[in-house]
């Protein structure tokens, strides 16, 4: 397999033939003029700008200067950078990628940089959605992407307390992989899973798997360990503790703007046996979300609880439903669940919905392979789950498919108490909709779904396919962003659920953060990062 | 009911009468000499020291000289302090104790105390047990204590998302009577409870009613309103989000070194309908601990799992067993729990255990009023798990009683992973025996349990009984204490699972904080703090 370099993940999973031939139909009601494609650019072909920074003779090994390598690293994987990369458009492409090794490396690397006054990028997967892996810099300084893939060990499991030790640059399915044998997992499957990394779930809050409890990876984090210029530290391993602020709860979410966070204990589950699904129906949305809050504030605790509205259930199930489908699982390890799925098939009967036949099973002792990323983390199954399940990895491919034939194509996302929720939803998908007329003069298609649910709210995930104008898609829309990232901020939603700040975030995430937080984020970041490398211009103003 | 000015609670709830004569019965075995009682000095008679500060006179009307009240809130409610109190030894008054009617006489409190360099120290209920808001300081500034009772309202309900924005000044009782009529509940019930407040809570991170899964307050927190010298701001209510590093974790644990937390929205409980419970006993404590991880490891999240050693259970249920009795308790109110409560027994089972017959109770529609504080938030019930929640609300008045009568009798706690947990027990154990016998030269009882259980570890919670030196006993379990506290780090545990660090876990926590956080914490306490003059001396050091 071969990792794109301008779009997600592999060259070989590229979204062609019939399928892309699906997909185009599917579009065509959307404009008039007949989808045309634009193919990357050769990466040989980009004329990137000479490197910048030269590294120590003892650094040098680490780093590539390689233009395909620097080309790679340029942007995240938002439509954003996949339109600029199809264009060409590479204006701040890092100027070395360093692989450390380990720790010291990383140490090092940080030392030269601080010295050297080179901006620092600590990168996973590269899969950032908001520009936070992107050497855009104000005062254009040269910089440095660490990958730190190398890292990819799980050098400890402690299968009594079910924690293993995990090196921060593994990803995904090698993370799996170092686990299974013990019969553990951790049950944290992003969209990005494949391609993304456990540092950066870590660095970025990621939403996972489970659409109640756990719904964070921070949930899960037993203790950190950063590397930041000012020193390294590492928090105790503790399932709880109230001896001070959560130290680990600084660097969650911090986003490389603080420290690089080199490996962390996390809380891993053992495989789970027992489980059970089904999808529900609805006549009406209204009936379907609040059909959804009585199962969020149940404590019935459902793995998958993801509401999908009529035209998302339309677009990537194929089902055909007024008020939308909610998907349901739940899983064990200890013990079986069907009876808590009827309870929660009761609970979407009373407010009118009309569930599928529910599917149980007993993947027997060890548990079973199903439900990890592969089916979107919800396992196996029929219906309008299952269709959904199967959809679910191909749709970043498909957004680059959609992408290269001129058409808009992008998600975003929030969450909401469930008072706010209605407003929120008909001002934002309003928003959307006025503001793709009034980029592209089409009308365009909003969807949304729910991707985690807790009981004070929902956390509502956007999409929108509009027909763009070729050369002109990312501003079209960045147009569309600003307006429903205004719509959301208006309605009291937070900026993003599980995508992180970057920098695309920032304006709106500048007036979420309360001020004293804001003092005391920016304190602390002078006080770890004193000559202002780390990934200047995430989370808090370049200096 | 008269607050007491030195003990715990209410002076007419004190251990008087038959308890008293059961419980020196009880403890006579420990030492040869007669108990006697040392009744504590009148208030009148303590001439403290003279006020020092004297509040500008917009403030002066919020501000009392009163001695009594003055002494009332120099200590918290350690043994420590209850035994200073018993000598009449208030070294460190505060000078005044303000009570602010809102938000603006908080700001105007904390200038005045800005400009005229007086040290602030927020107060809660005042039940810290750890010197935290003792105005012990270093460089002898004068101190004026911030009282928050005043702000006891609870302003709004949202009873679609199941929150309630309450003021941080609010007692429990009385936070509980304000949500009852909207059939709500916050369901966090410290041992504190009818003297502590819902900021003091937030300020130390409290442990409350769940054994699982919300074990502390910070998970049920939705936003937080802080004023500091710096100024002041409010999180967005949220169910969740990935925008930056979670603002409300940096103020929940912040002991009032950060700012004044003013008000909260929390997230509250439909009252529960269904419960059930059982007690489990066990001929070996090993095996117990092996049945208890099981359960906090099954998914099945009981809302009590308390596991009693034999001498705790001994102590304080008047059961004798071998190897240590598990209280089990399930609630909800969506669903009966029986099957949840069989489930864990059979763990239970497996592990050598022997339930006592399980009790299910359906309260009925609306919730039933047991499982409050008045019973140790399990609720009701008969056998050992309830002579067990019989006996927890007494234990601090007892305390008391048996410090006046010259016994050390205090408890400290911690959490730890499970692979630590044999060696950290035995080690912590040993360490309070040999330094109860070198400080004392007596045989002491040394008891524990878990107070909460997670996947990866419990928190388990210690108690000392010993006779003392009249007039020594502070320095006694000062000794006692050092000594354990070192077992402890010396094993991986932390120095507080929900007692919060405040001056006296200073040493420990200090090594304990890892040293990145620590240089981003006392930054972020100069951003928020120029002048340091909120509550100085706990988290981080006295300037």
Redesign the interface.
């Known amino acids: 397999m071969t990792r794109s370099w301008w779009g997600w993940g592999n060259v070989e999973d590229a979204v062609r033939g019939p399928e892309l031939a699906a997909l185009l139909d599917r579009v065509r009601l959307l404009s008039a003029a007949e989808p045309e494609d634009h193919p990357p650019p050769p990466a040989a072909s980009l004329a990137l700008r000479p490197p910048r920074a030269k590294p120590p003779a003892s650094l040098a090994g680490l780093c590539s200067a390689d233009p395909a390598d620097r080309a790679a690293h340029t942007h995240g994987k938002a439509f954003r950078d996949v339109v600029r990369n199809l264009h060409g458009d590479l204006r701040h492409p890092p100027d070395l990628v360093a692989r450390p090794r380990d720790e010291r490396d990383v140490a090092d690397l940080l030392d030269w940089c601080t010295g050297a006054g080179v901006a620092a990028i600590p990168y996973g997967g590269g899969s950032s959605v908001v520009g936070g892996v992107e050497p855009r810099l104000a005062d254009g300084r040269p910089a440095v992407t660490l990958d730190l893939e190398r890292l990819d060990a799980v050098p400890e499991v402690?299968a009594?307390?079910?924690?293993a030790r995990i090196q921060a640059g593994v990803y995904g399915p090698r993370l799996a992989a170092q686990l299974r044998p013990h019969g553990l997992a951790l049950r944290h499957f992003p969209q990005s899973f494949e391609f993304s990394t456990l540092g950066g779930w870590l660095a970025?809050?990621?939403?996972g798997h489970y659409a109640t409890?756990y719904?964070?990876i921070?949930d899960l984090v037993?203790s950190l360990r950063?590397v930041?210029p000012?020193?390294?530290?590492?928090?105790?391993?503790?399932?709880?503790?109230?001896?001070?602020?959560?130290?680990d709860?600084?660097?969650?979410?911090?986003?490389g703007a603080?420290?690089v966070i080199t490996e962390a204990w996390l809380?891993v589950q053992?495989r789970p046996r027992w489980r059970a699904r089904a999808s529900v129906r609805f006549g009406e949305f209204a009936a379907a979300v609040a059909a959804t809050?009585a199962v969020a504030?149940?404590?019935?605790?459902p793995a998958a609880c993801r509401l999908l509205d009529p035209a998302e259930a339309l677009v990537n199930t194929g089902v055909s439903v007024g008020g939308g489908v909610l998907v349901l699982g739940f899983e064990?390890?200890?013990?079986p669940v069907g009876?808590r799925l009827a309870?929660a098939l009761e609970?979407c009967r009373d407010h009118g919905g009309a569930p599928d036949a529910p599917e149980e099973r007993d993947g027997g002792a060890g548990g079973s392979e199903g439900g990890d990323a592969a089916d979107g983390g919800a396992g196996g199954g029929s219906g309008a789950g299952a269709a959904w399940r199967s959809a679910f990895l191909r749709m970043p491919y498909q957004r680059d498919a959609l992408a290269r034939h001129s058409m808009i194509a992008e998600t975003f996302e929030t969450?909401?108490?469930?008072?706010?929720f209605d407003a929120l939803h008909h001002a934002v998908t309003d928003a959307a909709h006025r503001a793709v007329r009034a980029a592209t003069g089409a009308t365009g298609v909003v969807t949304c779904r729910f991707t985690?649910v807790?009981?004070?709210?929902?956390?509502p995930y956007f999409g929108v396919i509009a027909p763009g104008r070729w050369g002109s898609t990312v501003a079209q829309w960045d147009d569309i962003k600003a307006a429903v990232s205004e719509a959301i901020a208006a309605h009291?939603?937070?900026?993003?659920?599980?995508?992180?700040?970057g920098r695309d975030?920032r304006p709106w995430?500048d007036r979420?953060?309360?001020?004293?937080?804001?003092?005391?984020?920016?304190?602390?970041k002078?006080?770890?990062d004193p000559a202002g490398i780390l990934n200047p211009g995430v989370?808090v103003p370049e200096r």
Chains 1, 2 share one sequence.
Do not use: K, M, N
């Open positions: 402690d009594t307390s079910r924690a970025t809050r990621a939403g409890l719904t964070h921070d037993e950063v930041s000012a020193g390294t530290g590492e928090s105790r391993r503790l399932p709880g503790s109230g001896a001070g602020p959560s130290p709860r600084l660097f969650l979410g911090s986003e603080l420290g809380r053992v809050r504030q149940s404590g019935l605790h064990s390890a200890d013990h009876d309870r609970l969450a909401c108490t469930w008072d706010a985690h807790y009981p004070d709210g929902p956390a009291g939603g937070t900026i993003t659920h599980h995508h992180a700040v975030h995430y979420q953060r309360p001020a004293p937080f804001a003092a005391a984020l920016a304190a602390a002078s006080a770890l989370l």
